[in-house]
Nanobody, 123 residues
Framework: VQLQASGGGLVRSGGSLSLSCAASGRTGSSWTMAWFRQAPGKEREFVASLIWGGAATTYADSVKGRFTISRDNAKNTGYLEMNMLKPEDTAVYFC?????????????????WGQGTLVTVSS
């Protein structure tokens, strides 16, 4: 499975941005898709995840109520809708996937990774 992330850019504080993660290859209902981010000088951190079949979601506390993770089965694509963006949301965002249901935040348990897309939020 290959993942292609897109949609990053520059936005002002309070604005919105939507990221996409297109998956090529076979996925299934038990797959988990997630978004992680890495800010300059910081470690990669969990943002949100979704169980592909049932659409159950998990969010980091820092983005709850502002970000929404979703998927389109027909397009085999996942999304991260980001609203009320803050300067501290500035980071490279990565989509990741694994075969198996996982509700946690450990990046090392995700096998497939996209290339990352930069989100910059200006104050």
């Amino acid at each position: 499975v290959q993942l292609q992330a897109s949609g990053g850019g520059l936005v002002r504080s309070g604005g919105s941005l939507s990221l996409s993660c297109a998956a090529s290859g076979r996925t299934g209902s038990s797959w988990t898709m997630a978004w992680f981010r890495q800010a300059p000088g910081k470690e990669r951190e969990f943002v949100a995840s979704l169980i592909w079949g049932g659409a159950a979601t998990t969010y980091a506390d820092s983005v709850k109520g502002r970000f929404t993770i979703s998927r389109d089965n027909a397009k085999n694509t996942g999304y991260l809708e980001m609203n009320m963006l803050k300067p501290e949301d500035t980071a490279v965002y990565f989509c990741a996937a694994r075969n198996g249901v996982y509700f946690g935040a450990r990046s090392e348990l995700f096998v497939f990774w996209g290339q990352g897309t930069l989100v910059t939020v200006s104050s």
